[in-house]
């Protein structure tokens, strides 16, 4: 039990260093991006065309492996594991070769009917990116699937490592190639990068005998799999579709709004990027076996853990960073094209998304929980039902305020809502939580977090004055040192609990 624990804990660690590689990776990404093209039309061509396919890109990556994963240890009980890989392959590849070809037949008609203000050169490039970015899909396709199998035997650090490859190729072929080709440099980067990962994976980490390719496709387990895969994959989508909502309205706004949001959204986003992905991918597999093993209250008390480990992260990190948010944006993305005036616009989109960061975040939780039961369908209608909330919200924001700020701030109350109402259906549909406890704890982080923004603004007249790079590690350090102190004070329990000093 020891070696097991001690083994999980290795597993665990180094997946938390290479996620932190890997968003660390995304944000450098969006570096190159600001220096190349700033807030210019390529900038927003490149952002619009990345939406389309970055539906089925998340449809893969992450409703693959949260539909997979239970799955796949439902067939290991049963010893028939090769056998539902191999079967999952095969239709996970006919599915990815098939939605490239379509994204890349249908994407002029689809991209000049969502952004119709295009001009003539604008549109021309947004298909190309996105004929690129489509065409990666078939390799992204197979690549879920295996870091989905590299997840259930709690190898995750090899699972974000391939994807790092990605981004990675992607920064490169920007860096080398901008100059010469525009925007297209970073598309083409990323679709050599789904490659590259590809190949890594299966050469060095999945086992031969784990699938096979010439075994007859059995059509009864792909139906038994989608029935469980779609409803999560839809679920997954709607948070692009979202994004495509947004920007769709920003793109009524002249004066790179497009790209202040997508900025502005991408960076205050890092923390949950990094803390909610990284709680939620670590706890799923532990999820998945509770409910195999038919324990309820070890599946309770994770999905309570995994909330208030959320919480306690996600709360301080967003706070401390929209403090700063100024200084961050001038560090990261002021130089070449990014000018003064793109820090002030983004920094101001980026207060508003603050809801979105924290409700997002504790939603993945929640979700994880439905998945590792097979019950995806089960919030589908919610997730439906905050695309139209999101449309109405935008709608109304914009005409309200004249702003395309009111996108980011319907975002948030979008989130918001969405999170009460699947907590309320995880409450009448899988089990009671204990409330009481969750609301003591939260109420403690709260109060934690708002000392410590206090703190900052009693320091800061002393300290404002140091150089940009100064000011932030000194900040974040006392922001981290008041916050610790503050929660042992206040004897938040997820500290005791990380010790195992409690339960």
Do not use: C
């Not at 990027?273 to 532990?286: E, L, N, Q, S, W």
């Amino acid at each position: 039990m020891y070696r097991l624990k001690r083994k999980l804990a290795i597993s665990s660690f180094l997946f938390i260093l290479a996620t932190l590689i890997l968003k660390f990776s995304g944000l450098f990404r969006d570096i190159v991006l600001a220096y190349y093209f700033g807030d210019s039309d390529q900038a927003e061509a490149f952002w619009t065309a990345f939406i389309l396919p970055n539906i089925f890109i998340l449809l893969f990556s992450m409703g693959m492996k949260d539909s997979f994963i239970p799955s796949y240890y439902k067939y290991q009980k049963e010893e028939k594991g090769s056998f539902f890989f191999s079967q999952i392959f095969k239709g996970t590849l006919i599915v990815g070769i098939t939605i490239s070809i379509l994204g890349i037949v249908l994407s002029p008609f689809i991209l000049g009917t969502i952004y119709p203000e295009f001009s003539e050169e604008k549109h021309q490039l947004n298909v190309l990116v996105a004929i690129i970015f489509f065409s990666s899909i078939m390799f992204v396709s197979v690549n879920s699937l295996y870091e989905g199998y590299l997840d259930s035997v709690n190898k995750f650090s090899i699972s974000v490592t391939s994807q790092v490859i990605v981004i990675l190729s992607s920064i490169l072929g920007g860096i080398l190639f901008a100059e010469k080709i525009g925007v297209t440099s970073m598309a083409y980067g990323y679709l050599v990068g789904t490659i590259l990962s590809l190949l890594f994976k299966r050469i060095f980490f999945i086992p031969k005998d784990v699938h096979a390719i010439n075994e007859k496709l059995d059509l009864s387990t792909l139906k038994s799999f989608s029935l469980i895969f779609v409803p999560v994959a839809i679920t997954v989508m709607v948070g692009q579709i979202n994004l495509i909502v947004d920007n769709v309205f920003a793109g009524f706004f002249q004066g790179g709004a497009i790209s202040y949001l997508n900025y502005a959204k991408n960076l205050v986003h890092f923390p949950q990027a990094i803390i909610g992905v990284t709680i939620g991918t670590i706890i799923f597999p532990m999820l998945s076996k509770a409910v195999v093993n038919k324990e309820e209250s070890q599946f309770l008390k994770s999905i309570e853990r995994g909330l208030l480990l959320t919480l306690f992260i996600i709360l301080p990190a967003v706070a401390g960073m929209l403090w700063l948010i100024d200084d961050i944006i001038k560090l990261v993305f002021e130089r070449g094209a990014f000018d003064r005036q793109a820090t002030l616009s983004t920094a101001t989109v980026a207060y508003y998304y603050v809801g979105s960061v924290i409700f997002f975040s504790l939603q993945n939780i929640i979700n994880k929980a439905f998945y590792a039961k097979n019950k995806g369908s089960v919030i589908l209608k919610i997730s439906l039902f905050s695309i139209a909330l999101n449309l109405v919200l935008n709608y109304a924001f914009i005409k309200i305020f004249n702003t395309y700020l009111g996108i980011p701030l319907a975002s948030s109350i979008m989130a918001l809502t969405y999170f009460i109402l699947n907590l309320i259906v995880f409450h009448r549909t899988l089990g009671h939580l204990n409330y009481p406890l969750l609301m003591i704890e939260s109420s403690k982080v709260l109060l934690n977090t708002l000392i410590m923004v206090f703190v900052l603004w009693l320091i800061n007249p002393f300290i404002h004055s140091l150089t940009t790079i100064l000011y932030l590690i000194l900040s974040s350090i006392i922001g981290i040192v008041v916050y610790t102190i503050m929660s042992l004070i206040t004897k938040t329990r997820i500290i005791h609990v990380l010790f195992n000093k409690g339960n």
